[in-house]
Every structure is written in structure tokens, then in C-alpha cells.
């Protein structure tokens, strides 16, 4: 049974290595930001299966009322669109309607914001409401988009007072190239992108032919994932094509941490994977993917009832969680000499789970034994390269070592990554050594 490995622990460095100090045991991985404690969490409902078919008959109707599609630009769209912001104004969300322009042709994202929870720190879970023109897109992707919605309408229904801010969000014209879920990145504040912890996407999740596949890009959130199937009993595989193919991919470019569930669209399921998951081998995980045949008729019940539970206990979960506390803290202990008069060195620190951008205060603690110091020149390198001067050398300035702890404005950098601090001895005569240096988001 993997066990989720986020909880918060003291930073470790290794001798000649790198370590971030956000998971005990394992080697760091990128993930959601720790928490010190995890918050007593309130167990997610079951989500009614009923509920969320009865969502997908809506859209299905309303793809028939409306030249039989819910594509992008179409009648069919703003229909559905209307439909589901209905349901969540009337459940006491704040809704937002955001407009952007495609194929000379507008097109719509809907945002419903959960009154409460942290604003610093939200959990969004996403899916794209537009279907191809071939049909109504009842897997692809009505399925993901009910099932957000009845998971929205459940935490309205209970009452559920979640310790993080809930978001949730439908899509336009995602088979178009993603076009909705990247405007609304693009047109996010980078401050506003740094408060999105983990953003989840679920893009055919009731396939009639199902696989379950739970994203792999982050452990973390993977891991909540992971832990309702074990206790199902349910066996799932990384999901590894998706890199790109859905709406998570504008929010993991711009350094969010995502995850999410998938079933499969035109790829064929295996022996093996009809060994352990039932359905057909040799035929694709959902026949009637981008086609007309694409109905209510073209759900496995079973896989979308998982998922949509799957989904609640992830929202669930992670709304639960204590925000990160601020401060966490990298360090690279490891001595690293410095040539006299000779080529700069550099020290990495590897980090990883922390959501967005780095602070416009970044904290840069370094310990540099020199015995003149005036020799030395200092720099921060952001994971892209990008260098911020620390210190000048300084001929005449012989006193000796540097222990110091700068600020620098690295918002505009993603925080996750390896920064590396380079130092260059740039006078004959005295030398001395990077004793340790550390960094605080
Ligand atoms: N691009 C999606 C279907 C799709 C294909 N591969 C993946 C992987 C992960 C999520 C979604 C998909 C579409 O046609 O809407
Ligand atoms: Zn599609
Ligand atoms: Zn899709
Ligand atoms: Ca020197």
C-alpha cells in the first residue's frame, strides 16, 4: 500500500549532494508544498452515480436541441455552459465566465469559486466541456465535466469547510488545442499563479472500454490518488501519453503541480490490461472516441462511479491539508573549494514542492571561508540559467569570508528546480572554500 509521503521533516543535506527537506524517506520529489501535520481530513461522500448521469442525459439532450454537438462557437457549448453554471449559482458558488477568442470565434471558460478556504493556498479541479463536432462528447468530455460538477454540488451539499480554497473549472475549446485552460493560465497574475497548490484534470473518465490510468507528474498528488484505488483494491497504471494531450498541461508548464484520471480514448487495451481490468483486449478504450457515437450509451458505469468517488476523495484530501507553513528551506552543505584566481564553481540545491514562483524575497543564506574576501564574486542562478549578482569583488575589501544572507527578487522564476549559487575567486593570492549555502521560499 504506498503511503502518501507528504509530511513535513527537518531539511537534510547530503555530503556532495542536495537534498530539499520536504519528504522524509524517499528522495525529493516535486509535489505539493509539505504541511506539517495533515489536517484531520473529513472523509469524502460516495458521489451519486445517478447524479452524474443524469448531468451527462442533460448534455446529450442538449447537443440534440443544438445541430447535435457541444463544440466550440457552437449553440451546443453555450448551452452547456449555461447549464452547469446554473446548478452551481444556485448551490452558493461565485462564478465567473471568461471569454477568449479562437478560430475567429469566442469562446468560453466557466470558473466556480467555493466560498472560504485559504486563498493562498487553492486546490482547483478541472475538466473541458467542449465536445468534437462529430457529436455530443458524452466521454469525451462530458464524463469529466459531470463529475466535477456533482463533486462541486456534494461539497455545497455537505458543507464541507475545507482548510484550502476550492476552484473549480470547465473548459472551452480544449479540442482545439487546449486554447480555454492556456488563456486562463496566460491571464493569471503570476502571484495568483503561485496560490494554486495543485490543479486537477479529468478528460474521459467513464470510458466504455476503461482503463485506469492516474497521472504521474506529481507524486504527490499521485500518491492521494493511489491510495483510494489500493483501498479498492483496484490496480492502475501511470498515465504517460497525456504530457500535453489535456488541460493540465498549460498549468504543469507554468510550474503547478497537477494530477489527475484518465480511461483511455483510441489506444488498445492489452491482454495483460484486460487481465487486470476486465473489458476487451484488442479493441480501443473507448470506440467511439471523436465520433457520433460518442452517447450516454458509450459510459462504463462502473469506471465513472470509481472515478467520480476517486476525484471527491482527491478534492477532499487535499482541501483538507494544513497550508504549507512559510519558510521552507534547501540547503547544500557540501564543501565545494574555490580555485584562486581561476574558474568560477558552482554548489546545486535541487528544489522541488513548491507551487508557482519563487518570491519576489527570496532568501539566499551562503557561508564562503576566504581569507580575502575582496576576491570574490557571487551569483544566483535560477533553474533557467538566469543570473542574479550577488556580490562584487572588491580589490581594496580584505577582510575574510562571506556569511551573509541576501534577498533577490526571483519571482519571476519558477520556483521548482535547480538553482545553483556560482562563485569565482578573481584575484591571485588567497583562496578558501563554499562551506554551505541555502535557500528559503
Ligand atoms: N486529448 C483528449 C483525449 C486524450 C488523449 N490522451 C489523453 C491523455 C490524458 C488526458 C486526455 C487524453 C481529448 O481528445 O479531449
Ligand atoms: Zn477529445
Ligand atoms: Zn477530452
Ligand atoms: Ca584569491
Not at 117 to 145: R, Y
Not at 190 to 213: H, Q, T, V
Not at 356 to 378: C, F, K, M, T, W
Amino acid at each position: 500500500m504506498r503511503r502518501s509521503r507528504i509530511r513535513r521533516v527537518a531539511t537534510i543535506a547530503a555530503a556532495g549532494g542536495v537534498l530539499a527537506g520536504l519528504f522524509a524517506g524517499a528522495a525529493p520529489s516535486a509535489a505539493l508544498p509539505a504541511v506539517p501535520e495533515k489536517a484531520a481530513v473529513t472523509a469524502a461522500p460516495d458521489i451519486p452515480l445517478a447524479n452524474v448521469k443524469a448531468h451527462l442525459s442533460q448534455l446529450q439532450s442538449i447537443a440534440a436541441a443544438n445541430g447535435g454537438n457541444r463544440a466550440h462557437g457552437r449553440a451546443g457549448y453555450q448551452a452547456s455552459l449555461n447549464y452547469i453554471k446554473d446548478q452551481l449559482d444556485s448551490a452558493g458558488y461565485t462564478t465567473t465566465v471568461q471569454a477568449f477568442t479562437t478560430s475567429g470565434t469566442t469562446g468560453y471558460n466557466l470558473i466556480a469559486d467555493r466560498p472560504g478556504g485559504d486563498p493562498d493556498h487553492t486546490v482547483m479541479a478541472g475538466s473541458h466541456l467542449d465536445s468534437v463536432t462529430a457529436g455530443p462528447g458524452i466521454n469525451d468530455n462530458g464524463s469529466g465535466s459531470a463529475a466535477v460538477l456533482e463533486t462541486a454540488l456534494a461539497v455545497a451539499r455537505t458543507g464541507y469547510q475545507p482548510t484550502r480554497h476550492l476552484r473549480f473549472a470547465w473548459w472551452g475549446a480544449e479540442e482545439l488545442g487546449m486554447i480555454g485552460s492556456d488563456h486562463y493560465v496566460d491571464n493569471l497574475a503570476s502571484a495568483d499563479r503561485s496560490k494554486i497548490d495543485a490543479y486537477l484534470n479529468f478528460d474521459m473518465i467513464g470510458s466504455p472500454n476503461p482503463g485506469y490510468f492516474v497521472y504521474d507528474d506529481d507524486p504527490g498528488i499521485e500518491d492521494v490518488f493511489q491510495d483510494f484505488y489500493a483501498a479498492k483494491g483496484i490496480p492502475t497504471e501511470a498515465e504517460t501519453e497525456g504530457d500535453g494531450r489535456s488541460d493540465h498541461a498549460p498549468f504543469k508548464n507554468a510550474g503547478i503541480p497537477v494530477g489527475g484520471l484518465f480511461t483511455g480514448a483510441e489506444r488498445t487495451k492489452t491482454t495483460t490490461q484486460a487481465q487486470k481490468w476486465g473489458g476487451t483486449a484488442g479493441q480501443s478504450f473507448d470506440p467511439c472516441y471523436h465520433r457520433s457515437c460518442d452517447t450516454t450509451a458509450n459510459i462504463d458505469d462502473t469506471a465513472l462511479d470509481t472515478n467520480t468517488d476517486a476525484l471527491a476523495h482527491t478534492v477532499w484530501t487535499l482541501g483538507s491539508q494544513a497550508p504549507p507553513p512559510p519558510g521552507t528551506v534547501f540547503e547544500n552543505t557540501a564543501d565545494v573549494s574555490v580555485p584562486d584566481a581561476g574558474a568560477a564553481v558552482t554548489s546545486p540545491i535541487a528544489v522541488t514542492g513548491v507551487a508557482g514562483n519563487a518570491p519576489s524575497a527570496l532568501e539566499v543564506g551562503v557561508d564562503i571561508q576566504h581569507s580575502y574576501r575582496g576576491d570574490l564574486v557571487v551569483d544566483l542562478l535560477a533553474p533557467d540559467g538566469t543570473a542574479y549578482r550577488l556580490k562584487n569583488s572588491s580589490y581594496f575589501d580584505s577582510a575574510p569570508d562571506v556569511v551573509t544572507t541576501y534577498t533577490v527578487n526571483a519571482s519571476a522564476e519558477v520556483a521548482n528546480g535547480t538553482w545553483k549559487l556560482r562563485v569565482q575567486d578573481v584575484y591571485s593570492g588567497d583562496t578558501g572554500f563554499i562551506d554551505s549555502w541555502k535557500l528559503t521560499f
